[in-house]
């Protein structure tokens, strides 16, 4: 019987035997799967779980807030705000392979959780608190498990940050109660838990956020120039009304690749930014969204006209397979 309903006291059931009356943390995204994961926690084992957002500077605008906002308004839930900016851009820096890039990301998500793990010790010591906080509750899906080579007999295409990017001597216990389904059914139980609509509405955006999304090294300018064409090409999908119809529109810098323009008085020798509208059902396959192409063009002469060092806007018509949906 697969209904939201059950599968929640399944899965709440399972949490509160995994964790018995130890404390829990959860590292919060902003996106669906660590809330409805969080949420599902906090119904089992209630105010044993503190939820950690992590600033690692690889976010799009405004993400911080709407978390800060949103999901603890909603939920009444402890959160831990830590700013790993300048770690994560120090441990990214000279690096352009893309698996390597995951592998950090992901190895120093875990840094900082288990940094913060400590210090919520420390500060607790004189509470009933006991002295480790030994779980770690992550919102893996069933498609993050099989990319990453997790599933029978299947290829490890990428190393998503919560599964294959996690490094060997990481001592948390994970709580993955999301881990065999898929983002449809993730967010009908979200909805059934209560988690607000404009969180388990939202679009997918992956854990390394934009660190894969700049083709090259990832640097605070590069960063800078693509969270400012991603907040246009954002703000002009939501305007035409289409953000139900596409699944997700990831935004791609060509960092390392440069063309000849003319924009104002003269010659430019910019990057070119990538637009990946999908669509899909499950992100294990997807297709190309035809989006308007009188879309396309007030996105492109925004962008070109509005974010300095871009001068090309190039549309990605490949479904997914072959191309996968983020190009690293
Ligand atoms: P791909 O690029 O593999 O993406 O077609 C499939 C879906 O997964 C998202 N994605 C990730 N999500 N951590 C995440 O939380 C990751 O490391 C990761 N890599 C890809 C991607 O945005 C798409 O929705």
């Known amino acids: 019987d697969w209904s939201p309903a059950s599968i929640i006291d399944e899965q709440v059931a399972r949490i509160r035997e995994q964790i018995g009356e130890d404390e829990v943390i959860c590292g919060l995204s902003g996106g669906v799967d660590s809330a409805v994961a969080a949420a599902l926690v906090q119904r089992a084992v209630g105010?044993?779980?503190?939820?950690?957002?992590?600033?690692?500077?690889?976010?799009?605008?405004?993400?911080?807030?709407?978390?800060?906002?949103?999901?603890?308004?909603?939920?009444?839930?402890?959160?831990?705000?830590v700013d790993a900016r300048e770690q994560f851009l120090s441990e990214l820096a000279g690096v352009t392979d893309p698996e390597t890039k995951r592998k950090i990301i992901g190895r120093e998500f875990i840094r900082v959780f288990e940094s913060t793990a400590a210090s919520l010790v420390e500060e607790s010591k004189h509470d009933s608190?006991?002295?480790?906080?030994?779980?770690?509750?992550?919102?893996?899906?069933?498609?993050?498990?099989?990319?990453?080579?997790?599933?029978s007999g299947t290829a490890n295409i990428k190393s998503h940050h919560n599964v294959g990017g996690l490094p060997?001597?990481?001592?948390?216990?994970?709580?993955?109660?999301?881990?065999?389904?898929?983002?449809d059914e993730v967010r009908a139980i979200g909805r059934e838990l209560g988690v607000p609509e404009v969180i388990v509405a939202r679009q997918p955006?992956?854990?390394?956020?934009?660190g894969?999304?700049?083709?090259?090294?990832?640097?605070?300018?590069r960063l800078d120039l693509l969270r400012e064409a991603d907040a246009i090409v954002r703000e002009e999908l939501t305007a035409a009304g289409l953000d139900a119809q596409i699944w997700q529109c990831p935004v791609v810098l060509l960092a390392d690749v440069r063309s000849v323009?003319?924009?104002?008085?003269?010659?430019?020798?910019?990057?070119?930014?990538?637009?990946r509208p999908v669509s899909s059902?499950?992100?294990?396959?997807?297709?190309?969204?035809?989006?308007?192409?009188?879309?396309?063009a007030r996105i492109s002469n925004r962008i070109t006209n509005e974010v300095e060092g871009v001068n090309r806007v190039v549309l990605d018509v490949t479904s997914k397979p072959p191309g996968t949906i983020e190009w690293e």
């Open 47 to 81: 105010e044993r779980l503190t939820c950690v957002f992590v600033d690692h500077g690889l976010l799009r605008q405004d993400e911080r807030r709407q978390v800060e906002e949103d999901y603890v308004k909603a939920t009444g839930v402890r959160l831990v705000t």
């Open 129 to 151: 608190v006991p002295g480790e906080i030994k779980f770690l509750v992550q919102g893996t899906l069933y498609p993050d498990v099989v990319e990453s080579g997790g599933g």
């Open 168 to 183: 060997e001597d990481m001592t948390f216990e994970l709580v993955e109660p999301l881990r065999a389904l898929f983002k």
């Open 205 to 210: 955006f992956p854990g390394p956020g934009l």
């Open 212 to 221: 894969i999304r700049i083709i090259g090294e990832v640097t605070q300018d």
């Open 261 to 275: 323009g003319v924009q104002g008085d003269g010659r430019t020798y910019g990057h070119p930014i990538v637009l």
């Open 281 to 296: 059902e499950d992100a294990m396959t997807a297709d190309w969204t035809r989006l308007p192409y009188d879309v396309v």
